[in-house]
């Protein structure tokens, strides 16, 4: 059976029927979905109950390797909600099943989580494909907007692009937490996760088309004077973040919704969190396999 596939944005984002993420996908399906997501970059397939955390895993490992081990430490965080480390939690639900209170170091880091970044910029190895899963959605949905990253470049006036053609920005989870307005990590946290470097700008793997590649964990530009850096990259956020390249997903209970960190930034957007329960699982698929 062939996949329908329909539109949702006239840049990105489109809903796919036709396929059952809880069973095993053809190679024939997946062709015709990786196809699907060299177009639309962000897609939905929706489902009338959640996958269970197995399915979640099988599907994502289709995609490419996944990670499967923390990839930081935070201080008093060691318990897991969700007994597999293949499955990034990003509920605001701790390991004893309640809501973050305010004030939690964890919930802390996961509101910047509101900030426009792309999943594991700040380590070498790079996200591709993040699939998360939807358990529980609060009143109003929290939706997820996307900004479609080939787009962003190819509106770039020449000059700029020239300008930044060989330029590559330092990127740390750590600076972005506190810039969401997280708390200061601990050296122990630092050194969990040290910044990465990444170029600027990058050809899209599979599409060949040339993308922006910027997040909130952007600290600096590498050999320029940090100031100098920083607004630069403020200027090329702003670009990329314009309403016309913005995609706004809403939630359902069951959704699993699968983007492209090479082709595109995501952020959350804010819903009463010390209120309201939000339960999100995320596989993270990335450019090779992490073997230590």
């Known amino acids: ?45 929706r489902h009338e109950t959640p996958l269970t955390n197995e399915q979640h895993i099988t599907f ?11 990839v930081l ?4 965080a060691d318990a897991m909600r969700i007994p597999h480390h293949e499955i990034i939690d990003q509920s605001n639900i701790s390991a004893d099943d309640k ?9 802390g880091f996961k509101r910047a989580n509101r900030l426009w970044h792309t999943d594991m910029s700040f380590h070498p190895v790079r996200a591709t494909y993040s699939v998360l899963s939807a358990h529980e959605v609060p009143p109003g949905g929290a939706d997820t907007e996307f900004t479609d990253m080939r787009a962003a470049y190819d509106t770039l006036p020449q000059e700029t692009k020239k300008r930044i053609s060989t330029l590559s920005a330092e990127h740390s989870y750590w600076y972005s937490r506190v810039k969401g307005g997280g708390p200061e990590p601990t050296a122990e946290e630092r050194n969990s996760r040290p910044p990465a470097q990444h170029k600027l700008v990058h050809v899209h ?12 964990h952007a600290s600096h530009i590498v050999g320029w004077p940090v100031q100098d850096g920083r607004d630069l990259l403020v200027e090329l956020m702003e670009h990329a973040t314009q309403p016309d390249f913005i995609f706004r997903h809403r939630w359902r209970v ?6 492209d960190n090479l082709a ?24 090779r396999e992490i073997l230590n």
């Open 1 to 45: 059976m062939a996949l329908t596939v329909a539109p949702l944005h006239p840049l990105l984002g489109a809903e796919i029927s036709g396929i059952d993420l809880r069973r095993r996908i053809e190679n024939s399906e997946l062709a015709e979905f990786i196809q699907a997501m060299d177009e639309h970059a962000v897609c939905v397939v």
């Open 60 to 70: 994502s490992m289709a995609l490419g390797p996944i990670e499967r081990r923390r």
């Open 73 to 76: 430490k935070i201080a008093g």
């Open 99 to 107: 809501i973050f209170r305010d004030g939690d170091r964890t919930l």
């Open 205 to 216: 793997p599979t599409s060949n088309r040339r993308a922006l590649y910027l997040a909130s």
């Open 254 to 259: 069951g959704d699993v919704l699968i983007w």
């Open 264 to 287: 595109t930034m995501h952020r959350a957007t804010p819903f009463e969190d010390t209120r309201h329960r939000r339960d999100m699982r995320r596989t993270t698929c990335r450019e």
